[in-house]
T-cell receptor, first 112, second 114 residues
Framework: GESVGLHLPTLSVQEGDNSIINCAYSNSASDYFIWYKQESGKGPQFIIDIRSNMDKRQGQRVTVLLNKTVKHLSLQIAATQPGDSAVYFCAENRGGSYIPTFGRGTSLIVHP | NAGVTQTPKFRVLKTGQSMTLLCAQDMNHEYMYWYRQDPGMGLRLIHYSVGEGTTAKGEVPDGYNVSRLKKQNFLLGLESAAPSQTSVYFC?????????????FGPGTRLTVL
């Protein structure tokens, strides 16, 4: 759900469930989108990316969906594991821009 | 291949003290960035560089200075630290190719200003 103040949106799931993390992006001119995973005490790490000429891209246990009509991006994680517990950020890039734009992030908590 | 490294990992300063955070990369990437991350918030861009000898201001540049004298290093300086600068600082490089446009982040520097 929505968060207020300093609290990130949080998604709690049971191990083995599928997780869906959502992101609304801001710039209709953005043409490249990335999902990052940030584990506690570490820097963000690349998970998967997608270009604006695609609607879906699959990786290992992860799928990114892009809906340009409503400027929405989602990350699906299949068979979620405790090691998936982290904060997930989306980022959007626009061709020609030096500065990617990051979302605030969603905290995923996986219960064994 | 170490990727992106940051020095130091932790630091405690008193108000008014100065310090320099070092970011080093061995990937030959042109672009480098400094971000700060505060609890419950996303990454906020402080300064960035699009090549050796260049720097530019980001979203929250006040109180910080940067230098990129060598392509592989990007330094972030705090001339007179303030408690509001207590944060975790991340350096990142960026690779823009035909098929990808991805940032690579360092492990972070946790700074506390008393």
């Amino acid at each position: 759900g929505e968060s207020v103040g300093l609290h990130l949106p949080t998604l709690s799931v049971q191990e083995g469930d599928n997780s869906i993390i959502n992101c609304a992006y801001s710039n209709s001119a953005s043409d490249y989108f990335i999902w990052y995973k940030q584990e506690s005490g570490k820097g963000p790490q690349f998970i998967i990316d997608i270009r604006s000429n695609m609607d879906k891209r699959q990786g290992q246990r992860v799928t990114v969906l892009l809906n340009k009509t409503v400027k929405h991006l989602s990350l699906q994680i299949a068979a979620t594991q405790p090691g998936d517990s982290a904060v997930y950020f989306c980022a959007e890039n626009r061709g020609g821009s030096y500065i990617p734009t990051f979302g605030r992030g969603t905290s995923l908590i996986v219960h064994p | 291949n170490a990727g992106v490294t940051q020095t130091p990992k932790f630091r405690v300063l008193k108000t008014g003290q100065s310090m320099t955070l070092l970011c080093a990369q061995d990937m030959n990437h042109e672009y480098m960035y400094w971000y700060r991350q505060d609890p419950g918030m996303g990454l906020r861009l402080i300064h960035y560089s699009v090549g050796e000898g260049t720097t530019a201001k980001g979203e929250v540049p006040d109180g910080y200075n940067v230098s990129r004298l060598k392509k592989q290093n990007f330094l972030l300086g705090l001339e007179s630290a303030a408690p509001s600068q207590t944060s975790v600082y991340f350096c990142a490089t960026r690779w823009r190719g035909r098929a990808s446009d991805t940032q690579y982040f360092g492990p972070g520097t946790r700074l506390t200003v008393l």
